[in-house]
Protein backbone atom coordinates (compact mmCIF):
# COMPACT_ATOMS: atom_id res chain seq x y z
CA UNK A 1 0.00 0.00 0.00
CA UNK A 2 2.42 2.40 -0.61
CA UNK A 3 1.05 5.19 -1.94
CA UNK A 4 -1.72 5.36 0.51
CA UNK A 5 -0.99 7.29 2.95
CA UNK A 6 -0.53 5.17 6.80
CA UNK A 7 -4.14 6.37 8.12
CA UNK A 8 -5.61 5.14 4.99
CA UNK A 9 -3.93 2.60 4.54
CA UNK A 10 -5.41 1.05 8.29
CA UNK A 11 -8.75 2.52 7.24
CA UNK A 12 -8.66 -0.18 4.22
CA UNK A 13 -7.55 -2.77 6.74
CA UNK A 14 -10.41 -2.50 8.88
CA UNK A 15 -12.77 -1.96 6.35
CA UNK A 16 -11.56 -5.59 5.36
CA UNK A 17 -12.20 -6.95 8.11
CA UNK A 18 -15.47 -5.29 8.90
CA UNK A 19 -16.28 -6.72 5.54
CA UNK A 20 -14.92 -10.50 5.75
CA UNK A 21 -15.94 -10.74 9.61
CA UNK A 22 -19.26 -9.05 9.59
CA UNK A 23 -20.76 -8.01 6.80
CA UNK A 24 -20.50 -10.88 4.18
CA UNK A 25 -21.93 -13.60 7.05
CA UNK A 26 -24.72 -11.47 8.45
CA UNK A 27 -25.39 -10.71 4.66
CA UNK A 28 -25.20 -14.62 4.02
CA UNK A 29 -27.84 -15.37 6.59
CA UNK A 30 -30.29 -13.08 5.24
CA UNK A 31 -29.84 -14.35 2.08
CA UNK A 32 -30.65 -17.65 3.72
CA UNK A 33 -29.82 -21.67 2.62
CA UNK A 34 -31.99 -21.12 -0.69
CA UNK A 35 -29.46 -18.89 -2.09
CA UNK A 36 -26.22 -20.74 -0.40
CA UNK A 37 -26.26 -23.85 1.56
CA UNK A 38 -25.62 -23.53 5.12
CA UNK A 39 -25.72 -19.56 5.23
CA UNK A 40 -25.66 -19.54 9.16
CA UNK A 41 -22.31 -21.70 8.99
CA UNK A 42 -19.46 -20.51 11.59
CA UNK A 43 -17.11 -21.44 8.57
CA UNK A 44 -18.09 -17.53 6.94
CA UNK A 45 -16.87 -15.49 9.57
CA UNK A 46 -14.08 -17.84 10.36
CA UNK A 47 -12.80 -17.95 6.79
CA UNK A 48 -13.60 -14.13 6.65
CA UNK A 49 -11.56 -13.54 10.20
CA UNK A 50 -8.52 -15.20 8.87
CA UNK A 51 -8.58 -13.12 5.74
CA UNK A 52 -9.09 -10.03 8.36
CA UNK A 53 -5.64 -11.28 9.92
CA UNK A 54 -3.75 -11.25 6.54
CA UNK A 55 -3.84 -7.48 5.61
CA UNK A 56 -2.04 -6.66 9.17
CA UNK A 57 0.85 -9.05 8.26
CA UNK A 58 3.85 -8.56 5.80
CA UNK A 59 3.53 -9.41 2.51
CA UNK A 60 4.45 -13.27 1.87
CA UNK A 61 3.69 -16.74 2.12
CA UNK A 62 1.58 -16.63 5.73
CA UNK A 63 -0.38 -13.76 4.57
CA UNK A 64 -1.60 -16.04 1.41
CA UNK A 65 -1.89 -19.12 3.13
CA UNK A 66 -4.71 -16.85 5.79
CA UNK A 67 -6.68 -15.47 2.21
CA UNK A 68 -6.28 -18.59 0.35
CA UNK A 69 -9.34 -19.97 2.45
CA UNK A 70 -11.14 -17.16 1.86
CA UNK A 71 -10.82 -17.05 -1.38
CA UNK A 72 -12.18 -20.65 -1.59
CA UNK A 73 -14.75 -20.09 0.08
CA UNK A 74 -15.70 -17.05 -2.10
CA UNK A 75 -15.49 -19.66 -5.26
CA UNK A 76 -18.26 -21.43 -3.34
CA UNK A 77 -20.34 -18.75 -3.20
CA UNK A 78 -19.36 -17.65 -6.85
CA UNK A 79 -21.07 -20.98 -7.77
CA UNK A 80 -24.80 -20.52 -6.36
CA UNK A 81 -25.51 -17.34 -8.65
CA UNK A 82 -27.52 -19.84 -10.42
CA UNK A 83 -29.53 -20.40 -7.55
CA UNK A 84 -31.28 -16.26 -7.16
CA UNK A 85 -33.75 -15.02 -8.41
CA UNK A 86 -32.38 -11.27 -9.30
CA UNK A 87 -29.29 -9.85 -11.27
CA UNK A 88 -28.70 -7.82 -7.84
CA UNK A 89 -28.12 -10.93 -6.02
CA UNK A 90 -25.87 -12.66 -8.63
CA UNK A 91 -23.78 -10.06 -8.64
CA UNK A 92 -23.54 -9.85 -4.47
CA UNK A 93 -23.05 -13.41 -5.05
CA UNK A 94 -20.02 -13.34 -7.38
CA UNK A 95 -17.99 -10.37 -6.64
CA UNK A 96 -16.18 -11.55 -3.23
CA UNK A 97 -14.59 -13.81 -5.80
CA UNK A 98 -12.75 -10.69 -7.49
CA UNK A 99 -12.12 -9.26 -4.17
CA UNK A 100 -10.63 -12.50 -3.47
CA UNK A 101 -8.74 -13.10 -6.02
CA UNK A 102 -7.00 -9.56 -5.74
CA UNK A 103 -6.14 -10.35 -1.87
CA UNK A 104 -4.57 -13.04 -2.54
CA UNK A 105 -2.64 -11.65 -5.30
CA UNK A 106 -2.15 -8.49 -3.39
CA UNK A 107 -0.82 -10.63 -0.37
CA UNK A 108 1.79 -12.41 -2.80
CA UNK A 109 2.79 -9.13 -3.99
CA UNK A 110 2.07 -10.09 -7.69
CA UNK A 111 0.38 -8.31 -9.91
CA UNK A 112 -3.52 -9.17 -11.44
CA UNK A 113 -4.67 -8.71 -14.93
CA UNK A 114 -2.19 -5.16 -15.06
CA UNK A 115 -2.80 -4.34 -11.39
CA UNK A 116 -0.38 -4.28 -8.26
CA UNK A 117 -0.35 -2.32 -4.75
CA UNK A 118 -2.92 0.13 -3.34
CA UNK A 119 -4.94 -1.10 -6.75
CA UNK A 120 -5.48 -4.57 -5.70
CA UNK A 121 -5.59 -3.84 -2.15
CA UNK A 122 -8.77 -0.87 -2.84
CA UNK A 123 -10.56 -4.07 -4.73
CA UNK A 124 -10.81 -6.30 -1.93
CA UNK A 125 -12.88 -3.55 0.18
CA UNK A 126 -14.71 -2.24 -3.12
CA UNK A 127 -16.23 -6.07 -4.00
CA UNK A 128 -17.25 -6.41 -0.27
CA UNK A 129 -19.12 -3.54 0.02
CA UNK A 130 -19.66 -1.83 -3.55
CA UNK A 131 -20.13 -5.35 -4.90
CA UNK A 132 -21.54 -7.84 -2.17
CA UNK A 133 -22.68 -5.22 0.39
CA UNK A 134 -24.72 -2.43 -2.09
CA UNK A 135 -26.31 -5.26 -4.34
CA UNK A 136 -27.16 -7.37 -1.42
CA UNK A 137 -28.52 -4.24 0.30
CA UNK A 138 -30.99 -3.87 -3.46
CA UNK A 139 -31.43 -7.21 -3.67
CA UNK A 140 -33.36 -7.81 -0.27
CA UNK A 141 -35.31 -4.56 -0.44
CA UNK A 142 -36.36 -5.48 -3.49
CA UNK A 143 -37.81 -8.83 -2.23
CA UNK A 144 -39.41 -6.66 0.84
CA UNK A 145 -41.15 -4.31 -1.43
CA UNK A 146 -41.74 -4.32 -5.37
CA UNK A 147 -41.92 -1.04 -6.30
CA UNK A 148 -40.69 0.97 -9.04
CA UNK A 149 -37.52 1.92 -7.00
CA UNK A 150 -36.75 -1.08 -5.70
CA UNK A 151 -37.13 -2.81 -9.10
CA UNK A 152 -34.84 0.57 -10.61
CA UNK A 153 -31.92 -0.33 -7.95
CA UNK A 154 -32.24 -4.12 -8.70
CA UNK A 155 -31.09 -3.42 -11.84
CA UNK A 156 -28.81 -0.35 -11.97
CA UNK A 157 -27.07 -1.28 -8.69
CA UNK A 158 -25.26 -4.53 -10.36
CA UNK A 159 -24.80 -3.33 -13.89
CA UNK A 160 -23.20 0.14 -12.28
CA UNK A 161 -20.99 -2.56 -10.63
CA UNK A 162 -20.19 -4.42 -13.53
CA UNK A 163 -19.29 -1.16 -15.42
CA UNK A 164 -17.49 0.19 -12.64
CA UNK A 165 -15.41 -3.32 -13.02
CA UNK A 166 -15.01 -3.29 -16.76
CA UNK A 167 -14.04 0.01 -16.92
CA UNK A 168 -11.03 -1.47 -15.00
CA UNK A 169 -9.96 -2.59 -18.08
CA UNK A 170 -11.58 -0.20 -20.84
CA UNK A 171 -11.00 3.17 -19.41
CA UNK A 172 -11.73 6.64 -17.26
CA UNK A 173 -14.86 7.47 -18.91
CA UNK A 174 -16.12 3.77 -19.17
CA UNK A 175 -15.65 3.64 -15.47
CA UNK A 176 -17.45 6.74 -14.98
CA UNK A 177 -20.45 5.70 -16.83
CA UNK A 178 -20.26 2.81 -13.97
CA UNK A 179 -20.21 5.14 -11.27
CA UNK A 180 -22.74 7.29 -12.37
CA UNK A 181 -25.26 3.92 -13.09
CA UNK A 182 -24.61 2.92 -9.70
CA UNK A 183 -25.08 6.23 -8.19
CA UNK A 184 -28.81 6.23 -9.62
CA UNK A 185 -28.98 2.51 -8.25
CA UNK A 186 -28.00 2.74 -4.90
CA UNK A 187 -30.12 6.20 -4.60
CA UNK A 188 -33.10 4.35 -5.53
CA UNK A 189 -32.12 1.95 -2.79
CA UNK A 190 -32.02 4.70 -0.09
CA UNK A 191 -35.19 5.89 -1.30
CA UNK A 192 -36.97 2.42 -1.06
CA UNK A 193 -35.19 1.76 2.19
CA UNK A 194 -36.69 5.21 4.30
CA UNK A 195 -40.09 4.14 3.01
CA UNK A 196 -40.47 0.82 4.63
CA UNK A 197 -42.18 1.31 7.94
CA UNK A 198 -41.37 -0.98 10.95
CA UNK A 199 -38.63 -2.08 13.20
CA UNK A 200 -34.92 -0.60 12.00
CA UNK A 201 -36.04 2.77 10.38
CA UNK A 202 -33.77 4.42 12.22
CA UNK A 203 -30.71 2.56 10.98
CA UNK A 204 -32.33 2.09 7.36
CA UNK A 205 -32.20 5.88 7.10
CA UNK A 206 -28.70 6.40 8.58
CA UNK A 207 -27.63 4.20 5.59
CA UNK A 208 -29.47 6.35 3.30
CA UNK A 209 -28.51 9.65 4.31
CA UNK A 210 -24.68 8.39 4.67
CA UNK A 211 -25.01 6.90 0.89
CA UNK A 212 -26.44 9.83 -0.52
CA UNK A 213 -23.90 11.75 0.38
CA UNK A 214 -21.06 9.27 -0.15
CA UNK A 215 -21.82 8.46 -3.74
CA UNK A 216 -21.41 12.12 -4.32
CA UNK A 217 -17.79 11.97 -3.51
CA UNK A 218 -17.41 8.43 -6.07
CA UNK A 219 -18.66 10.98 -9.09
CA UNK A 220 -16.44 13.61 -7.89
CA UNK A 221 -13.38 11.44 -8.31
CA UNK A 222 -14.60 9.51 -11.26
CA UNK A 223 -15.30 12.65 -12.76
CA UNK A 224 -11.76 13.94 -12.14
CA UNK A 225 -9.88 10.93 -13.38
CA UNK A 226 -12.36 10.75 -16.51
CA UNK A 227 -11.04 14.58 -17.50
CA UNK A 228 -8.25 15.43 -15.69
CA UNK A 229 -10.35 17.98 -13.01
CA UNK A 230 -9.19 18.31 -9.74
CA UNK A 231 -10.25 15.17 -7.47
CA UNK A 232 -9.60 13.65 -4.21
CA UNK A 233 -6.35 10.99 -4.03
CA UNK A 234 -7.18 7.76 -3.05
CA UNK A 235 -6.02 8.27 0.52
CA UNK A 236 -8.51 11.01 1.25
CA UNK A 237 -11.08 8.19 -0.92
CA UNK A 238 -10.05 5.95 1.12
CA UNK A 239 -10.61 7.39 4.56
CA UNK A 240 -14.03 9.08 3.63
CA UNK A 241 -16.10 7.66 0.63
CA UNK A 242 -14.64 4.33 1.43
CA UNK A 243 -15.31 4.17 5.22
CA UNK A 244 -18.48 6.01 4.96
CA UNK A 245 -20.33 3.35 2.32
CA UNK A 246 -18.79 0.45 4.73
CA UNK A 247 -20.00 2.11 8.09
CA UNK A 248 -22.80 4.08 7.33
CA UNK A 249 -24.61 2.37 4.29
CA UNK A 250 -23.57 -1.18 4.02
CA UNK A 251 -23.41 -1.74 7.82
CA UNK A 252 -25.99 0.73 8.91
CA UNK A 253 -28.36 -1.14 6.23
CA UNK A 254 -27.83 -4.62 6.72
CA UNK A 255 -28.34 -4.35 10.17
CA UNK A 256 -31.37 -2.63 9.72
CA UNK A 257 -32.36 -5.23 7.50
CA UNK A 258 -31.52 -7.97 10.16
CA UNK A 259 -34.07 -6.13 12.68
CA UNK A 260 -36.78 -6.95 10.52
CA UNK A 261 -36.05 -10.29 10.67
CA UNK A 262 -35.73 -12.82 7.72
CA UNK A 263 -36.73 -12.15 4.26
CA UNK A 264 -40.09 -14.24 3.96
CA UNK A 265 -40.07 -16.95 1.25
CA UNK A 266 -42.55 -17.31 -0.48
CA UNK A 267 -44.24 -20.89 0.14
CA UNK A 268 -47.18 -21.55 -2.25
CA UNK A 269 -47.93 -20.88 -5.70
CA UNK A 270 -45.21 -18.02 -7.43
CA UNK A 271 -48.50 -16.42 -9.57
CA UNK A 272 -52.17 -15.91 -9.13
CA UNK A 273 -53.74 -16.90 -12.32
CA UNK A 274 -54.37 -20.15 -10.94
CA UNK A 275 -55.77 -22.63 -13.03
CA UNK A 276 -56.17 -20.88 -16.79
CA UNK A 277 -54.80 -23.78 -18.76
CA UNK A 278 -57.87 -25.56 -17.81
CA UNK A 279 -59.91 -24.04 -20.69
CA UNK A 280 -59.72 -19.84 -19.74
CA UNK A 281 -57.82 -17.68 -21.86
CA UNK A 282 -53.92 -17.76 -20.91
CA UNK A 283 -53.21 -14.58 -19.04
CA UNK A 284 -51.43 -11.30 -20.53
CA UNK A 285 -47.96 -10.64 -19.38
CA UNK A 286 -46.21 -14.29 -19.76
CA UNK A 287 -45.17 -16.31 -22.72
CA UNK A 288 -47.47 -18.66 -23.95
CA UNK A 289 -47.38 -22.17 -25.49
CA UNK A 290 -49.32 -25.01 -26.64
CA UNK A 291 -48.27 -28.56 -28.36
CA UNK A 292 -50.20 -31.06 -29.57
CA UNK A 293 -48.43 -33.98 -30.69
CA UNK A 294 -49.88 -37.47 -32.15
CA UNK A 295 -49.72 -40.36 -30.40
CA UNK A 296 -52.41 -42.56 -32.53
CA UNK A 297 -54.69 -42.27 -35.26
CA UNK A 298 -57.90 -43.59 -34.62
CA UNK A 299 -57.48 -44.26 -31.49
CA UNK A 300 -59.27 -47.09 -29.77
CA UNK A 301 -61.88 -46.43 -27.31
CA UNK A 302 -59.55 -47.65 -24.37
CA UNK A 303 -56.81 -45.69 -25.51
CA UNK A 304 -57.63 -42.18 -23.41
CA UNK A 305 -58.10 -44.25 -20.41
CA UNK A 306 -54.71 -46.29 -20.52
CA UNK A 307 -53.04 -43.10 -21.25
CA UNK A 308 -55.07 -40.99 -19.57
CA UNK A 309 -54.41 -42.83 -16.43
CA UNK A 310 -50.67 -43.51 -16.59
CA UNK A 311 -50.59 -39.25 -16.87
CA UNK A 312 -52.46 -39.03 -14.04
CA UNK A 313 -50.21 -41.85 -12.22
CA UNK A 314 -47.25 -40.32 -13.53
CA UNK A 315 -46.25 -42.83 -15.55
CA UNK A 316 -45.98 -41.15 -18.52
CA UNK A 317 -42.54 -39.24 -16.89
CA UNK A 318 -41.21 -42.33 -15.85
CA UNK A 319 -42.01 -43.78 -19.54
CA UNK A 320 -39.83 -40.56 -20.82
CA UNK A 321 -37.14 -40.91 -17.94
CA UNK A 322 -37.79 -38.44 -16.15
CA UNK A 323 -36.98 -38.44 -12.72
CA UNK A 324 -40.54 -37.67 -10.58
CA UNK A 325 -40.92 -37.07 -7.03
CA UNK A 326 -44.18 -36.70 -5.67
CA UNK A 327 -46.04 -36.53 -2.42
CA UNK A 328 -49.23 -39.24 -3.65
CA UNK A 329 -49.22 -41.78 -6.56
CA UNK A 330 -51.92 -39.79 -8.79
CA UNK A 331 -51.89 -36.22 -9.51
CA UNK A 332 -54.66 -34.18 -7.36
CA UNK A 333 -55.28 -30.41 -6.63
CA UNK A 334 -52.93 -29.69 -3.86
CA UNK A 335 -50.48 -32.34 -4.71
CA UNK A 336 -46.56 -31.32 -4.45
CA UNK A 337 -44.52 -32.81 -7.24
CA UNK A 338 -40.62 -32.06 -8.61
CA UNK A 339 -38.78 -32.50 -11.31
CA UNK A 340 -35.27 -32.98 -11.76
CA UNK A 341 -34.04 -32.32 -15.44
CA UNK A 342 -30.57 -32.86 -16.17
CA UNK A 343 -26.84 -34.41 -15.76
CA UNK A 344 -25.01 -35.44 -12.71
CA UNK A 345 -24.86 -31.97 -10.67
CA UNK A 346 -25.87 -30.13 -14.01
CA UNK A 347 -29.12 -31.00 -12.72
CA UNK A 348 -32.60 -28.54 -12.13
CA UNK A 349 -35.10 -29.36 -9.25
CA UNK A 350 -38.44 -27.74 -10.65
CA UNK A 351 -41.26 -28.20 -7.68
CA UNK A 352 -44.66 -27.58 -8.49
CA UNK A 353 -48.23 -27.81 -7.10
CA UNK A 354 -51.47 -29.82 -9.03
CA UNK A 355 -54.20 -27.10 -9.47
CA UNK A 356 -56.48 -29.24 -11.27
CA UNK A 357 -57.50 -32.39 -12.62
CA UNK A 358 -60.13 -33.43 -15.39
CA UNK A 359 -61.31 -36.75 -16.54
CA UNK A 360 -63.94 -36.48 -19.13
CA UNK A 361 -64.80 -38.97 -22.14
CA UNK A 362 -62.65 -36.87 -24.03
CA UNK A 363 -60.05 -35.21 -22.43
CA UNK A 364 -58.09 -36.55 -19.32
CA UNK A 365 -55.35 -34.35 -17.92
CA UNK A 366 -54.01 -32.30 -14.74
CA UNK A 367 -52.19 -28.55 -14.59
CA UNK A 368 -49.88 -27.84 -12.30
CA UNK A 369 -48.36 -24.72 -10.90
CA UNK A 370 -45.36 -23.42 -9.87
CA UNK A 371 -43.95 -22.92 -6.21
CA UNK A 372 -40.92 -21.62 -4.93
CA UNK A 373 -37.49 -22.80 -6.43
CA UNK A 374 -38.80 -23.38 -9.62
CA UNK A 375 -37.11 -21.49 -12.32
CA UNK A 376 -40.65 -19.90 -13.65
CA UNK A 377 -43.97 -18.66 -12.33
CA UNK A 378 -46.47 -19.54 -13.84
CA UNK A 379 -48.35 -22.99 -15.24
CA UNK A 380 -48.35 -25.65 -17.23
CA UNK A 381 -51.05 -28.87 -17.82
CA UNK A 382 -50.21 -32.22 -19.30
CA UNK A 383 -53.50 -33.68 -21.11
CA UNK A 384 -54.56 -36.78 -23.41
CA UNK A 385 -57.39 -35.85 -25.68
CA UNK A 386 -59.25 -37.49 -28.36
CA UNK A 387 -61.13 -35.38 -30.97
CA UNK A 388 -63.72 -35.65 -33.87
CA UNK A 389 -61.83 -37.54 -36.03
CA UNK A 390 -61.22 -40.36 -33.20
CA UNK A 391 -57.43 -39.11 -33.25
CA UNK A 392 -55.77 -39.15 -29.97
CA UNK A 393 -53.41 -36.36 -28.81
CA UNK A 394 -50.47 -35.34 -26.03
CA UNK A 395 -51.58 -31.45 -25.68
CA UNK A 396 -49.33 -29.30 -23.32
CA UNK A 397 -50.40 -25.92 -22.84
CA UNK A 398 -48.31 -23.14 -20.69
CA UNK A 399 -48.10 -19.76 -19.45
CA UNK A 400 -44.54 -18.95 -17.76
CA UNK A 401 -42.71 -16.12 -17.22
CA UNK A 402 -38.49 -16.84 -16.01
CA UNK A 403 -38.24 -16.18 -12.73
CA UNK A 404 -34.25 -16.31 -11.94
CA UNK A 405 -31.49 -14.08 -13.56
CA UNK A 406 -29.98 -16.14 -15.93
CA UNK A 407 -33.40 -18.01 -17.38
CA UNK A 408 -34.01 -14.55 -18.52
CA UNK A 409 -30.25 -13.63 -20.08
CA UNK A 410 -30.74 -17.33 -22.05
CA UNK A 411 -34.08 -15.92 -23.67
CA UNK A 412 -34.89 -17.70 -26.98
CA UNK A 413 -33.11 -20.73 -25.77
CA UNK A 414 -35.55 -21.72 -23.06
CA UNK A 415 -38.01 -22.34 -25.49
CA UNK A 416 -36.10 -24.67 -27.29
CA UNK A 417 -35.30 -26.59 -24.61
CA UNK A 418 -39.39 -26.75 -23.08
CA UNK A 419 -40.07 -28.31 -26.37
CA UNK A 420 -37.35 -30.37 -26.07
CA UNK A 421 -38.73 -31.63 -22.64
CA UNK A 422 -42.02 -32.15 -24.32
CA UNK A 423 -41.17 -33.88 -26.85
CA UNK A 424 -39.57 -36.34 -24.65
CA UNK A 425 -42.63 -36.91 -22.60
CA UNK A 426 -44.85 -37.65 -25.57
CA UNK A 427 -42.50 -39.96 -26.35
CA UNK A 428 -43.17 -41.21 -23.01
CA UNK A 429 -46.73 -41.51 -23.64
CA UNK A 430 -46.67 -43.40 -26.80
CA UNK A 431 -44.50 -45.86 -24.79
CA UNK A 432 -46.92 -45.89 -22.68
CA UNK A 433 -49.49 -46.70 -25.51
CA UNK A 434 -47.35 -49.35 -27.47
CA UNK A 435 -46.95 -51.07 -23.86
CA UNK A 436 -50.35 -51.92 -24.22
CA UNK A 437 -50.32 -53.38 -27.42
CA UNK A 438 -51.33 -50.44 -29.57
CA UNK A 439 -49.18 -49.00 -32.51
CA UNK A 440 -47.11 -45.62 -32.14
CA UNK A 441 -48.67 -43.06 -34.23
CA UNK A 442 -46.67 -40.32 -35.68
CA UNK A 443 -45.47 -36.90 -33.91
CA UNK A 444 -47.41 -33.60 -35.15
Not at 2 to 10: F, G, Q, R
Not at 26 to 48: C, E, F, M, Q, T
Not at 190 to 201: F, I, N, Q, Y
Not at 249 to 272: A, I
Amino acid sequence: MSELSPVAADAVRVVVGLGTVVVLPLGLRLLGDRAVPRSASLIWPLVGLLAALSVWLPVGPVAVALAVPFAAASVVLAACVLRVRLLSTAVALATPLVGALALVAERAGWGLLGFSGDYLALTVPHMLFAGFGACLVVGLLAHLAVTPLTRAAATAAPVGVLLVLAGYFVSDAAELVGAVVLTVGLWCAALAAVRLPGTGRALLRVGALTVGASMLLALWWAVGEATGLAHPSLSWMAATHGVANALGFVLCTVLGLRLRGPVPEPTGLTYTEVGATQGAPLPAGYRHLRVRHLLSPGSRPDDLAVVGDALLRWQVHAAAGIELRHDADEAAPGVRVASRVGVGPVRLHEPCEVVWVERTADRIGFGYGTVAGHVFRGEESFTVERDAAGDLWFVVTAYSFPDLWWVRAVGPLTVVVQRAYLRLLARGARRVLAADGRAVGSAA
